[in-house]
């Protein structure tokens, strides 16, 4: 049995994935669905750019990040901004829309 999560890197995931890099606010490593998971197919589309309602930043994440967002809007409770250099809610009442649209990120 495959795990259903991995890092982006599709390495396993690791206790310490959430530590933030002092350096750019940014975790240390992300969790993505499985590739096995992400290939079975997308409920939205994948998109890649999302800005951050606050400050008006957009901010452009990596592919398996996307494809996990297209599989399951609901994965993440929250996402980065590089505007802020730091994390922000995502879903309904969330601060983040997939750029260029007033849909709102993870929903
Ligand atoms: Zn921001």
């Not at 959430?18 to 998109?47: C, H, N, W």
């Not at 990596?62 to 967002?69: S, V």
């Not at 590089?82 to 601060?95: E, I, K, N």
Request: with cysteine.
């Amino acid at each position: 049995m495959m795990p259903k999560t991995t890092l982006t890197d599709g390495s396993p995931v690791t206790p310490d994935h959430r530590e933030i890099d002092p350096a750019t606010g940014m975790q240390k490593a992300y969790v993505v669905l499985s590739a096995e998971e992400r290939a079975k197919g997308f409920v939205r589309p994948v998109r890649q750019s999302y800005r951050h309602l606050t400050c008006g930043v957009v901010t452009t994440m990596g592919l398996a990040l996307a494809e996990t967002y297209a599989r399951n809007p609901a994965f993440y409770s929250g996402t980065f901004c590089a505007g802020c250099g730091s994390h922000f809610p995502v879903g309904a009442d969330g601060q983040f829309v997939w750029a260029g649209t007033d849909e709102k990120v993870g929903s």
